[in-house]
């Protein structure tokens, strides 16, 4: 066995690398054989053609880096961009004009601390409102939908970003136009730095848009012209719009050069409903890589793992040590197979009918692995195996850097005395999500909270269900324990049945279906006065279909 294959192995079963003692570390997969390797070798056969540069921030343009001292004033327009190579695509697009350069959907640079003052100019022919996510600001400068901008109005925000260093992101919240803004373009990063970040960039010698690299996972469909299209049927408008081509940063079929040391991704899943089984794999293989952070910044220490979920309005953090590789042979980005449980009617389960069916364009569970079997299909489903990235591996400097045993320190897990509070995620038969029986009303706010209160919430996802990424406005939050989780999901659990985001500070949980999870909130912020914010699935046609619920932090 070469040293690589060995490596391979150890990081397969994941055994603790460079980390050193590593909590929590995760068993092996039980699939990690015959099956795997035909899978993943698929998989690389498909990513060998990726032929288009991956598009990376720059200094201006689409995604160029913008300091936030430089975002005063962003228009949201219609706008065109060649997504698909010679073509042109309409699309929406965040706009700054900063030292005489124009910036499509910035990417902003923050420092923990600074202030954000922007003023929002609507020039689309609907409303729409840009909401921070994951930041907790006052419910007025957060963006929540509750309050939205007209055609040809514009808004002003300004507050501290006093959250831990991470990757945000952007995107609209007018209730209503939700999942079409934003598939149709409307998504940018912002980045928050602090002392724990710099240290990292130090320690592994990380230069952002080079060795750091954010990754916007998206999928789309196109009609023939090259246009988007979005159109829902009411089965879809359930269960979600699930494009067939993947996007990473607006380009598809990507491909990166990359040298032979410590590169970090900094992957958001800005996809309508599409959920993904990520991992790095080569030769057949997985090639294990270290989980550095989640949505709300660094974990306390890198988690070794090969292979983890990330559902829409994730983030996460990864650092992958490409001297593991094998230099003669590319690592591919993939999305490993898996049951997308979208076990929300139909199939003779005792249904009871309501007026949205299953839908023929979305996976099935027990069809999964046959159709894993045919890589070519023309309709690619959610949890379908996928290349999403190619890797070429160049020769570089001599680079000694070794894997950091800490990265941050943690807001405790306050697990409160009190019985949660019960979060009944379900759907009635109008075609409609609910939570606690309750579909979304923007006027009523369905709880309140006190403010500086500790509470635990259990989210409870129903069997016959989807998937649910449950996203808080207002608070990030961590999670205490998973119970009754699918085997999909028990396959990558470790203690208390989490999973590896699970080990991080979080804005969004991914709730599969009978899984009752439990998450400690704490309420506490320097806003005074009460302060309104909303909770909702991030599949963002489930919180069109009232997925969405309204509560208030009374002061
Ligand atoms: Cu990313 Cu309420 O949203
Ligand atoms: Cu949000
Ligand atoms: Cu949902």
Redesign the pocket.
């Known amino acids: 066995m070469s040293i690589f294959t060995r490596r391979h192995f150890i990081g397969s079963i994941g055994a603790l690398g460079a980390a050193g003692s590593v909590p929590g570390v995760l068993a092996a997969n039980p699939r990690a054989t015959g099956a795997m390797t035909k899978e993943i070798t698929g998989i690389e056969k498909e990513a060998a053609s990726f032929a288009n540069p991956l598009r990376l921030p720059g200094s201006s343009g689409l995604f160029g880096v913008l300091p936030v001292s430089e975002f005063r004033e962003v228009q949201v327009v219609r706008s065109e961009i060649e997504v698909l190579p010679g073509r042109r695509t309409p699309f929406l697009a965040y706009v700054v004009e900063s030292g005489g350069k124009k910036f499509l959907n910035p990417a902003i640079l923050a420092r923990r601390g600074d202030e954000m003052r922007v003023r929002m100019i609507n020039r689309i022919d609907q409303p729409t409102v840009i ?1 921070w ?1 994951g930041l907790s600001v006052d419910s007025r400068n957060d963006g ?1 939908g509750l309050k939205v901008v007209p055609p040809g109005r514009s808004m002003d925000y300004d507050f501290t970003l006093r959250d831990r260093s991470s990757m945000y992101w952007y ?1 609209p ?1 007018a209730h209503g136009y939700i999942p079409q803004q934003a598939y149709h373009g409307l998504a940018s990063l912002l980045f928050v730095e602090d002392d724990d970040e710099s240290a990292l960039r130090k320690e592994l010698d990380l230069a952002l848009g080079d060795t750091e690299i954010p990754l916007v996972l998206q999928d789309r469909e196109f009609d023939a012209q090259g246009r988007l299209r979005y159109a829902p049927t009411a089965a879809q408008s359930f269960g979600g719009w699930v494009g067939d081509r993947l996007l990473v940063n607006l380009t598809e079929q990507p491909f990166i050069e990359a040298g032979r040391r410590i590169v970090r991704f900094r992957i958001l899943n800005g996809s309508n409903a599409r959920n993904y089984r990520l991992a790095f794999v080569q030769g057949g293989r997985p090639l294990g890589f270290f989980l550095a952070g989640t949505d709300g910044g660094l974990l306390a220490q890198p988690l070794r793992i090969d292979q983890t979920f990330i559902a829409p ?1 994730q983030r996460l953090d990864v650092l992958v040590d490409l001297r593991e590789a094998d230099p003669g042979l590319p690592v591919t980005l993939a999305s490993l197979t898996f049951d997308p449980m979208h076990n929300e009617g139909g199939h003779g389960m005792g249904h009871t009918g309501h007026a949205a069916p299953p839908m023929a364009h979305m996976g099935h569970g027990q069809h999964g692995a046959a159709r894993a079997a045919e890589p070519s299909h023309p309709m690619a489903m959610e949890g379908d195996a996928r290349a999403l990235m190619r890797i070429d591996l160049k020769p570089s400097a001599k680079y000694e850097r070794r894997m950091p045993t800490a990265l941050s320190s943690l807001p405790a897990v306050t697990a409160s005395a009190n019985p949660p509070r019960r979060m009944q995620l379900g759907h009635n038969d109008k075609g409609n999500w609910t939570i606690n029986g309750q579909v979304f009303d923007p006027k009523v706010a369905a709880l309140s909270v006190q403010r500086g209160a500790r509470e635990n919430w259990l989210i409870e996802n129903a069997e016959r269900s989807m998937p649910h990424p449950m ?1 808080l ?1 207002g608070f990030l939050f961590r999670v205490i324990e998973r119970l009754g989780s699918p085997a999909t999901v028990r396959e990558l659990a470790g203690a208390k049945g989490l999973l590896p985001q699970d080990l991080g500070v979080i804005d969004t949980v991914h709730v599969w279906p009978g899984e009752s999870v439990r998450i400690a909130i704490d309420f506490a912020h320097p806003h005074a006065g009460d302060q309104d914010y ?1 909770f ?1 699935c ?1 599949t963002l046609e489930h919180a069109e279909a009232g997925m969405m619920l309204r509560y208030t932090v009374k002061a």
């Open positions: 909401h996510h929540n995107h919240h309005g996203h406005h909303v909702h991030h």
